[in-house]
């Protein structure tokens, strides 16, 4: 074959390559219009809301005074990078809400999600913040509020402890590709699920089991814990922690070591601990999910586990 033919062919084909990536970023991108597509959503999130934390330890944070319209939920962060309406420091108490996904409140309103339902059962001079941000490990969290609380203190703090609380979260820089295409997010988000090998439930439960139980694992969690207790001794504050039970099957409950070691380090460091898992099972899980697609806790879930906050903190405050 001559050279010129040659380049010509590795031209047209480039070409080729283009458009047909091209065309389908277009398909994705219109696919996804209507929010419902979890992988996006969480890229988009990312994206629009997200930026790296100056603490590399904390890994990323909110960006703060920035909206976005996400799995067809407004989320609206204040000026100090937490989901809601600006402190009020008026207030004589003010709670904390601290954690992952799950306290961020993703997938449902601010109004529903722990944070404004607390807000609405609490009596008169509480305030109730959320320095949720999704994609962290309880470590990471806690760190977070560790950054917030010179400037918004409390003294009462509820930390959600998920499934994911101690999970090896590297926090990497992504790819210009995966960065700006949403084409791009979905065929890694899928490559990664095939790399790894393992479905079903039987795999899910041996990864949290291997997630949990690993030295890794049991590190991250002391450490959330002892910086709780010194939390607790310099600010005077009331630590409260409610284990979140995994929403696969909450009535074949299979993850109950998670809650074990929730306990077992609750008690070690001397803090108040809530198990949700027995107020929410009962119903189908399903009733408990944002969408059929999507295993985030929705206002009926938040519903039950306002109750038992609020409930604790009531009797705290009777002692």
């Not at 979905?186 to 490559?191: E, Q, S």
Request: glycine residues 8%; charged residues 20%; hydrophobic residues 45%.
């Amino acid at each position: 074959m001559k050279p010129f033919s040659l380049i010509k062919n590795i031209a047209f084909a480039s070409l080729g390559v283009f458009f047909a990536v091209l065309v389908g970023e277009g398909v994705v991108r219109l696919a996804t219009l209507n929010q419902e597509n979890y992988v996006i959503e969480m890229w988009r999130y990312a994206k629009e809301l997200k930026e790296e934390s100056p603490d590399s330890r904390i890994g990323h944070q909110h960006v703060p005074n920035r909206s976005a319209q996400l799995q067809n939920v407004s989320i609206a962060i204040n000026e100090y990078g937490m989901r809601g309406p600006q402190p009020d420091f008026s207030a004589k108490h003010r709670v904390a809400v601290v954690g992952d996904s799950v306290a961020l409140g993703w997938g449902v309103s601010d109004e529903q999600n722990l944070r404004g339902q607390l807000s609405q059962k609490l009596p008169a001079g509480y305030d109730v913040v959320n320095s949720g941000v999704g994609n962290m490990n309880v470590e990471q969290a806690v760190r977070m509020w560790q950054s917030l609380r010179s400037s918004v203190p409390a003294d009462i703090v509820v930390v959600l402890v998920t499934p994911r609380a101690t999970a090896q979260v590297v926090t990497e820089k992504p790819s210009w590709l995966v960065e700006n295409s949403q084409l791009f997010a979905l065929m890694m988000t899928f490559v990664n699920q095939l790399s790894s090998g393992e479905y079903g439930e039987e795999a899910l439960v041996k990864g949290y089991e291997d997630q949990w139980r690993s030295p890794e694992g049991n590190k991250t969690l002391d450490n959330a814990f002892a910086m709780l207790k010194d939390i607790a001794v310099q600010d005077g504050a009331e630590i409260i922690v409610v284990s979140i039970p995994e929403m696969h099957d909450l009535n074949a409950y299979q993850f109950a070591f998670m809650g074990d070691a929730a306990r077992e380090m609750a008690g070690k460091y001397g803090l108040e601990y809530i198990d949700a898992l027995p107020s929410l099972k009962g119903p189908d899980t399903q009733a408990f999910w944002v969408s059929s697609r999507d295993i985030h806790l929705n206002g009926e879930a938040f519903e039950i586990i306002s109750d038992l906050v609020v409930a604790k903190i009531s009797e705290k405050a009777d002692e």
